[in-house]
């Protein structure tokens, strides 16, 4: 068999719903090919060890399900720290769109393989990711064994909307399902309402064919203003728009294309009626937090979505808006964030915020055998180490579930298990060397300088 390793640890923490927890003391997790074959104490699952190669410490790693990262633009790595402190349509219109249309497919092969490392290195196994040239996106995931979603973004007058079958059969389900594809139309203020409707009904088309579906992944409801600048975008571009809505997600549903399919990046101004919308459709929200912040679009009302039970996960959006990729620091802030704005240290407690990074991502990706540690699931298995000062002390397997959330950072990361393959081996990739990556990547970044 080609990957045969069993992982100890001293804990292993799965959160399979919002809110629960299943704690494993002294754990070993056998993984063969792409799965996890068998887990539970060592003890009662070493009889199946023999001819498996140990990974892990059992004294100090602590093992849980790699984070998922529901919304992001990897190969933005290229445009980090360029242009900060700006409001949304300013830092897109004046810097990033005139910035990208300089990129090359190579340029995005190596700003993707930048990404790819930084997130597998914070813990991240899996991302959804629109960008340009998703083929060169998904040879960069590829290459270094990470699971992702990838797909054009369609906007106008930048991108418009073309039908590419060979894309989608090319890379849906590749890779033994390390890959996927969404359909992107970019966001309802660059998209018009027929386009839309189109890429909605292709989406259908193809989900009645593949065997897992074809994800919508969308921006929706980020700014304040954002259904002004979609009235404007309708004028320009000559379609009406009944003067009955007044949201963004009223705008969406009343094109028929928001559904269990629909992947919507931010979502930080709705209203009452807009959340039972996003219930009601099972539409999966993509909470990004650090960006909202960055680009001052206000703080997402992630408390009522999780309350109202719409499926809800976290993203870290690209590069240049956040300036990190990194999930641990998204789940501390929202641990923190929300309790000091509700005034109520009881909400998003670690087990439900550590949910909303792993199965909640799962579930809003439509990954139904990722995101846990479980029999049968994917092995996408994260170790972080206990063996620094500010884990201590460890009492009890409660404290060092609470050294995960509150203490946890992607410094403490040290392997990485994506479809069954150690890619992370004591914080280093395996399948390329960390220099030949930084290397290119400076070469094609000085170059993208010089002509931007
Ligand atoms: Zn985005």
């Excluded at 640890?9 to 719903?17: D, L, M, Q, R, T």
């Excluded at 992107?184 to 386009?195: C, L």
């Excluded at 180490?385 to 403490?412: F, N």
């Amino acid at each position: 068999m080609e990957n045969e390793i069993g992982v100890r640890g001293k804990y292993a923490y799965s959160f399979p719903e919002l809110g629960s927890v299943e704690i494993i003391k002294d754990p070993l997790i056998i993984v063969e090919n792409d799965k996890i074959v068998s887990i539970g104490p060592y003890d009662q699952t070493k009889s199946s060890l023999a001819g498996h190669d140990i990974v892990g410490d059992k004294d100090a790693d602590v093992l849980i399900p790699g984070l998922i990262n529901t919304h992001t633009h990897a190969a933005m790595t290229l445009f980090r720290g360029i242009a900060d402190d700006l409001p949304l349509m300013e830092w897109l219109e004046k810097y990033i769109w005139p910035m990208e249309s300089h990129l090359t497919p190579d340029d995005i092969f190596h700003g993707a393989r930048l990404a790819v490392l930084e997130m597998l290195r914070s813990g991240t196994t899996t991302a959804n990711s629109m960008y340009w040239h998703p083929e060169k996106e998904a040879q960069a995931f590829v290459e270094l064994g990470m699971r992702a979603i990838v797909g054009y973004p369609i906007l106008h007058p930048i991108a418009e909307y073309k039908r590419d079958d060979m894309f989608v059969v090319k890379w849906h389900q590749s890779h033994n399902d390390l890959i996927r594809v969404a359909l992107q139309p970019h966001a309802p203020y660059t998209v018009t309402n027929e386009t839309y409707q189109v890429m909605h009904e292709l989406l259908l088309e193809y989900n009645e064919k593949f065997e897992v579906p074809v994800l919508f992944h969308t921006h929706l409801a980020e700014t304040k203003h954002e259904m002004e600048a979609i009235r404007n975008f309708a004028q320009e571009m000559d379609f009406q728009i009944s003067e009955e809505i007044t949201t963004p997600t009223q705008y969406l549903d009343s094109l028929g294309v928001l559904d269990q399919y629909t992947v919507a990046a931010h979502c930080v101004h709705t209203s009452k009626k807009d959340v039972e919308t996003l219930r009601s459709r099972k539409v999966g929200v993509s909470i990004n937090l650090v960006s909202n912040l960055k680009l001052a679009s206000g703080i997402p009302p992630l408390v009522e979505y999780v309350s109202n039970n719409v499926k809800t996960s976290l993203g870290t959006d690209g590069a240049s808006s956040n300036n990190r990729l990194d999930l641990f620091e998204t789940t501390r802030l929202i641990a923190l964030l929300y309790k000091g704005l509700h005034y109520s240290p009881t909400l998003l407690p670690i087990s439900e915020a550590m949910y909303l990074a792993t199965a909640g991502g799962a579930n809003v990706l439509h990954m139904n055998n990722v995101g846990q540690l479980k029999e049968g699931f994917k092995a996408d298995i994260v170790s972080l180490s206990l063996k620094t000062i500010e884990m201590q002390p460890i009492y009890h397997e409660k404290s060092a579930l609470s050294h995960l959330v509150y203490i946890g950072e992607r410094s403490h990361v040290k392997n990485v298990i994506v479809n069954g393959s150690l890619v992370i081996e004591n914080t280093l990739p395996t399948k390329v060397a960390i220099d030949e990556i930084l290397d290119s990547f400076k070469r094609t970044s000085t170059s993208l300088f010089e002509r931007i």
